[in-house]
Every structure is written in structure tokens, then in C-alpha cells.
């Protein structure tokens, strides 16, 4: 049992390295497109499933409400397309599951908008078509997924694709790299 804790540690270890070492030009590059994303009065959308979506609430109310009391500063706009458990369940009802997060970037995505994505393998139906639909409306889309990244890398304008296999560790490294981002865009808008 220990080996398995000290075995799931050190890849953790591993992929924060890597993140340090070879994804942080991708976290900065993301920063700077989330970053004048806001100063232009845009939003950032996020979605994801399982995991994911529960990930993507918590980095959007991190913009939101704020990372840190350390820094005080306005409300940013970060919206989970998650989270309305009526629209949801119309949308899979009415249409498909796989048009749950294309029809709320129809609705609420505008030019200059960010669509973050994350996903552990890149191959949601769900997140293909709502990338799909951000590039068509003029959004930019960005992705935190894992292994290659799936079709949904190509979708991507920049994509931190985690180097690991196990949904559990992409997931913990994609949770650290949000928290840098938030902290990478606040330091941009009022540093």
C-alpha cells in the first residue's frame, strides 16, 4: 500500500517538473491570452466532464470570487458551463449530450471570448463540438488535457498537454496549472 502512495507521489512530482520545465511557456503564453481577454471586457468559459467539470468550477469561481486574500481585486468574468443542472439535462434531452457545452458557447460566447477546455484524454464529443463551435463564433480556445491530447488538442490555440495516462494525475496537474494561471492573469491586470 505505502508503494502505491510513494508511486503516485513521485509521478506527481514528475509532472510538476515537467510543468516547470516544459509547460511553462504554454501556462505564461495562456496567461497572456486569458489576460487580454479580460482587459478587453471578454470572459473565460470553462468546461469539462466528470472531474473536469467539477475542475472547471472551481477555476471559474477562482476568477470570479479570487484565488487568494492576498490580492484584492474586482471580480473577473469566469463562467463553468457546468453547472445549470436544467439546461444540462434539456440540452442532452432535447438535442444530444454531445450539445451541452456547443449550445451555451452559442449563447453566451462572443468574439474575443476564451473557451478553456479540459480534459484528461482530448476525445469528449462534447468538448469536440463546443470547440468546434468557439472557433466558428470567433472565440479563442484553449486547452488543459492529457497524453496527446486527443482531436481536441488540434482545436486548441494553445494546449498544455499533460505527459501522464492516469486521469487522477493529469487531473491534480491540471487543478496547478489553473491556480498559476489566475495568478498569472491577476499579476498582468493589476501588478
Known amino acids: 500500500m505505502r508503494e502505491r502512495i510513494n ?13 516547470r520545465d516544459e509547460g511553462a511557456d504554454t501556462l505564461l503564453a495562456m496567461a497572456e491570452r486569458g489576460a487580454d481577454c479580460l482587459r478587453a471586457g471578454g470572459k473565460l468559459l470553462f468546461a469539462g466532464n466528470g472531474g473536469s467539470a467539477g475542475d472547471s468550477q472551481h477555476l471559474a469561481t477562482e476568477f470570479v470570487v479570487r484565488l487568494s486574500a492576498a490580492r484584492e481585486r474586482p471580480a473577473l468574468a469566469g463562467l463553468a458551463l457546468t453547472t445549470d443542472s436544467s439546461l444540462l439535462t434539456a440540452c442532452a434531452n432535447d438535442f444530444s449530450f454531445e450539445m451541452i457545452f456547443q449550445r451555451q458557447v452559442e449563447a453566451l460566447g462572443r468574439p474575443g471570448d476564451l473557451l ?12 469536440l463540438a463546443a470547440a468546434r463551435r468557439a472557433r466558428e463564433l470567433g472565440l479563442g480556445v484553449l ?5 496527446d491530447g ?7 490555440d494553445l494546449a498544455l498537454l499533460v505527459p501522464a495516462k492516469d486521469s487522477g494525475r493529469v487531473q491534480e496537474l491540471h487543478i496547478t496549472a489553473g491556480h498559476l494561471l489566475v495568478e498569472l492573469i491577476e499579476q498582468r491586470l493589476y501588478d
Do not use: M, V
Open 143 to 147: 486547452g488543459f488535457l492529457g497524453g
Open 150 to 156: 486527443g482531436p481536441l488538442a488540434e482545436l486548441c
Open 116 to 127: 478553456l477546455a479540459l480534459s484528461t484524454s482530448g476525445r469528449s464529443p462534447n468538448l
Open 7 to 19: 508511486a503516485a507521489l513521485e509521478e506527481g512530482i514528475r509532472l510538476r517538473l515537467w510543468l
